[in-house]
């Protein structure tokens, strides 16, 4: 159960499924709507939270536990990878950036990703423990986001809830069969769940961004009842207990970063920044 080096390699441009390639080609046709900064801003928080865990989930191709493994979380990345492509052009439309410029030529602090989508991916429990907050949280936000004001932000919720519904699973099925494996896999996974729960307080505070955005955004603090049933259900199942865990300082969506974030970017843009404008 070790992981993988958390020196992350670049996800390769065009890795992404032929569905998330479709939406994109949507959302950049000469009817697209242009946003504004504020939703510009929302979209920012949205996109850069599954581009960043998208580039940790990609460092485990190879390094699985199991052969399967690599296929399941190389198939989340690129979901996450398409997610991101969507909002990351949205939010661009606000001020004519390019996703590849929002992902490869902004720097840390011009980033919104909360604290817990930039935790390095430790052992594969720690990654699954990770993976069970983010994507219970992804859920409950784009269930609630298919009704947006907004079309576009409608629209990318729709279909990314599918893609999140199975991300969910596969973790919730991956922390009952570590919670209750051997000695060793259930001393892991309460030491990731440890480690991991300070981070999940942040998704669901309510930044003053979200004041501006009345029908278009989700408030986070309503997604935490639903969060909160799903994760209760899944330990009660895995007879584990919820920390009680002091919250992180966050500050993600403001652009402050927990401390491995810049070493996450510096793989994630070193080619493109040393070849501006090239392609393959």
């Known amino acids: 159960m070790t992981g993988p080096s958390d020196n992350v390699r670049p996800l390769p441009h065009g890795a992404v499924t032929v569905d998330a390639l479709d939406l994109a080609a949507e959302l950049t046709g000469a009817d697209a709507s242009v946003t504004t900064a504020a939703t510009a801003e929302y979209a920012l928080w949205l996109g850069d939270d599954a581009l960043i865990l998208a580039q940790r989930l990609g460092a485990w191709i190879a390094h699985g536990p199991e052969l399967e493994e690599d296929v399941a979380l190389g198939n989340i990345a690129l979901d996450l990878l ?42 594969f429990a720690q990654t699954i423990a990770r993976q069970l907050a983010a994507s ?12 947006s004001t907004d079309a576009t932000l409608a629209a990318v919720a729709e279909k990314a809830l599918k893609e999140v519904d199975y991300h ?23 030491r990731a769940i440890g480690d991991v729960w300070p981070y999940v307080e942040e998704l669901f505070r309510d930044e003053p961004l979200i004041d501006d955005l009345d029908g278009i ?31 992180s300082a966050g500050g993600g969506r403001r652009g402050s970063h927990f401390p491995e974030m810049g070493h996450l970017l510096a793989e994630m843009q070193v080619l493109a920044r040393q070849h501006p404008g090239a392609s393959w």
């Open 82 to 123: 398409g997610h991101a492509r969507s909002l990351l052009h949205y939010a661009g439309t606000a001020d004519g950036r390019s996703e590849d410029d929002l992902a490869y030529f902004r720097d840390e602090s011009e980033f919104r990703s909360a604290w817990l989508f930039e935790q390095p991916n430790g052992d």
């Open 136 to 147: 219970a949280y992804m859920f409950e936000l784009y269930s609630a986001l298919r009704s």
């Open 168 to 190: 969910r699973d596969h973790a919730v099925q991956w922390t009952l069969r570590l919670a209750g494996g051997t000695a060793e896999s259930r001393r892991r996974m309460l």
């Open 217 to 247: 955004a989700v408030r986070p603090s309503t997604l935490s009842a639903g969060f909160d049933a799903v994760i209760a259900a899944v330990f009660a199942e895995a007879a584990l207990e919820i920390p009680d865990a002091r919250a």
